[in-house]
């Protein structure tokens, strides 16, 4: 093992002596790997202004559980294929292993604020909803957990999704 070792350092120290440049192409290899992987994965570039959103009053309280989603692969069942640079895919439910636009929602609209996620059956697509404290919302995405009277509204980072929780409003849908 240690000869196996020193052989294969004597033969990098063999190839730096005559070829130095190599140091400087592993260099560059290597920050261009850095700068592709942050550009894949997203390097955040500082944290997002939070707004605290205030606790429903208790006109505000209802039926309708409304969560928080992100387009991230934690809200929404992706994850990269190859090792974290490929494609993103489905990581379950029906579609799993199967590409997945992200940040696109079921009815091919791109999610943004007011972008909402509920059950079909209750809430069809298209239909306006007025949230409590959040806003107005479209519902235009599913949701593998979003069934009866669940929505799950869309926000800019994982963060703010979290931060809003789990609340129970009134939730009017508007003609
Ligand atoms: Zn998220």
Do not use: Q
Request: aromatic share 8%; net charge positive; glycine share 14%.
């Amino acid at each position: 093992m240690g000869k196996a070792r020193n052989n294969i350092a004597a033969t990098v120290r063999r190839v730096l002596r005559k070829r130095p440049r190599l140091v400087w192409y592993a260099v560059a290899c290597g920050f261009a790997l850095a700068v592709v992987l942050a550009v894949v994965r997203g390097c955040g570039g500082g944290a997002p202004k939070l707004t605290a959103i205030p606790p429903p009053t208790e006109e505000e309280k209802g039926d309708v559980l409304v969560t928080g989603y992100c387009s991230c692969g934690e809200c929404c069942g992706w994850r990269r294929s190859w090792l974290g640079l490929g494609p993103a895919v489905y990581t379950y439910g029906p579609m799993k292993g199967r590409r997945k636009k992200v940040g696109v929602t079921a009815r091919g609209t791109v999610a943004k604020h007011g972008t909402v996620a509920a059950d079909p059956k209750v809430f069809p697509f298209g239909t306006r909803l007025k949230i409590p404290g959040y806003g107005m919302g479209v519902v235009e995405d599913v949701g593998g957990a979003i069934n009866g009277r669940h929505i799950d509204v869309w926000f800019a980072s994982h963060e703010e999704a979290r931060l809003w929780g789990r609340r129970n409003l009134k939730v009017v849908p508007l003609p």
